[in-house]
């Protein structure tokens, strides 16, 4: 998308801006706040941009599309998972960053700084429980009293919640480790836990090193949903509002050009991680995350997702997820084909 046309696109969604109703409640969601008029090409120019993202992500699906020539600096920022990089952005440290379905649930939860700006949708087969391949545990109904590594607050704490839900244990009938990636992978090649429950590329990387199986996957119970999510600050500052516009708009296009160009994927995936060529063209051939509209029905399946955290009491209290969306850039990113 030429500048001047992605700019005007930003002026018209500026005046067509709408509400989300709240879920669950029935109640209606607040009114979004006051969107900043574009700077100009100028201005932009001037801008940086800092980006949350963790390795593989963003930056190399931007760079693998050759969509990565922004026309205002990008600061990029590697984390570790999701909830350290939204606390980062409730924190106005970064701007925005991706994040899987559930990082956004405990920091609202928390009353952070946050609104989710744009949504996508991936292959739930790589949300994954696996187990070493010399492990006595066959199936699900099998991990009650057992150790199972997840990072806090990650999609794959979800996938752990909705798993036991499915064969009536909550997350008091098992030991959940909470572990980083890199530890948890430590853990679960030594046996020091009993099962991992992670996501891709570490799904993949495990399966083709060790031979880790698979005893349970999202494909039945994970909502697939990954967000954008940028801080209450950024948004309010117009040089920012526009950057990430324009930044959100080259990801939707990033993600459906990975979508027909896989082999390009996986080769930035690997020159940005350090991982194999063969983990990350398997962890490319399930499918990227595609665009999809940050719209109620979005909105209501985020909405249940929290409620089953609360219901299990892992998040404290309800809360309203449509309070913590803002659909300012619906208008750039329906235009994106």
């Known amino acids: 998308m030429r500048r001047r046309d992605f700019l005007t696109l930003l002026a018209i969604s500026t005046a067509s801006t709408g509400l989300l109703s709240a879920c669950a409640s029935g109640s209606r969601a607040p009114e979004q706040a006051p969107v900043p008029a574009p700077v100009s090409p100028q201005q932009l120019a001037k801008v940086t941009l800092r980006v949350g993202d963790q390795k593989g992500n963003s930056r190399s699906l931007l760079r693998s599309a050759g969509l990565d020539d922004f026309p205002y600096t990008v600061q990029w920022a590697t984390f570790p998972s999701g909830p350290p990089l939204l606390e980062a952005v409730s924190a106005d440290a970064i701007d925005l960053g991706g994040v899987g379905n559930t990082p956004p649930l405990f920091a609202a939860a928390a009353g952070a700084k946050i609104r989710a700006v744009a949504a996508s949708k991936g292959n739930t087969t790589s949300d994954a429980l696996v187990v070493r391949p010399d492990s006595p545990l066959q199936r699900v109904d099998e991990l009650r009293g057992r150790k199972i590594a997840v990072a806090k607050g990650s999609s794959a704490h979800a996938q752990i919640l909705l798993t036991l839900r499915t064969i009536n244990l909550t997350p008091d009938d098992v030991e959940l480790v909470y572990l980083q990636p890199s530890d948890a992978l430590g853990a679960f090649r030594q046996g020091a836990v009993d099962a991992w429950a992670i996501w891709d590329p570490y799904f993949s990387q495990v399966q083709l090193e060790s031979g880790a199986r698979v005893i349970a996957d999202g494909r039945h119970t994970a909502n697939g949903l990954s967000f954008q999510v940028a801080g209450t600050a950024a948004l309010a500052d117009a040089g920012r509002n526009t950057a990430i516009a324009d930044y959100l708009v080259r990801l939707a296009r990033a993600q459906r050009y990975a ?55 892992e998040i404290p209290r309800r809360f309203s997820f449509a309070e913590f969306v803002d659909t300012r850039f619906a208008a750039q990113l329906a235009a994106v084909s």
């Open 259 to 313: 979508d027909t160009h896989r082999e390009e994927r996986a080769q930035a995936w690997a020159a940005d991680t350090g991982l194999p060529i063969e983990v990350t063209r398997r962890a490319t051939a399930a499918g990227p995350d595609l665009p999809v509209p940050l719209d109620e029905a979005v909105v209501r399946s985020e909405q249940e997702l929290a409620d089953a955290f609360v219901a299990a009491r």
